[in-house]
């Protein structure tokens, strides 16, 4: 007959390492989680790092606007307006930018096309100093798709 401390002892071990192992077993899934974590960052970081390069360099004039106020802009549309930085563009109505004399003027246009889709609008944009250019401008959907 087994002695009523070792039935106890056994029942609470009974109860103990199934909960240890389910607890070992949580702390080494989190453990795996954690570090696909920290790898998916490290190369959503790459990713952006990339593409900030790229739109930076671009030899193209790019912005990025919202309900038609700029948020964003590169050097080369401070470039193309005729402005000393990028930074003086944000917070503009992207309509500011357009020579007023257009018979087509597309500022609603920049509020964005339908989700999924780009299209391209001329117009004349109006630099600080200087004569109107013609430009042609795409306008994407900024919405991940």
Do not use: K
Request: aromatic share 4%.
């Amino acid at each position: 007959m087994v002695a009523p401390w070792r039935r106890r002892a056994l029942a609470l071990l009974s109860i103990t390492l199934p909960a240890a192992a389910g607890v070992m077993g949580l702390s080494w899934l989190g453990a795996v989680a954690l570090r696909r974590t920290r790898g998916l960052s490290r190369s959503l970081g790459v990713s952006t790092a990339r593409y900030r390069a790229l739109v930076e360099s671009s030899p193209d004039g790019i912005l990025i606007a919202r309900g038609g106020v700029i948020e964003y802009a590169n050097a080369a549309m401070a470039r193309l307006v005729q402005l000393g930085g990028a930074a003086q563009l944000v917070g503009r109505r992207v309509d500011s930018l357009l020579d007023g004399s257009s018979a087509r003027h597309p500022s609603d246009e920049f509020d964005g096309p339908p989700p999924g889709r780009a299209i391209s609008v001329e117009h004349w944009l109006q630099p600080d100093r200087g004569v109107p250019i013609e430009v042609e401008t795409v306008i994407a959907d900024g919405a991940p798709g």
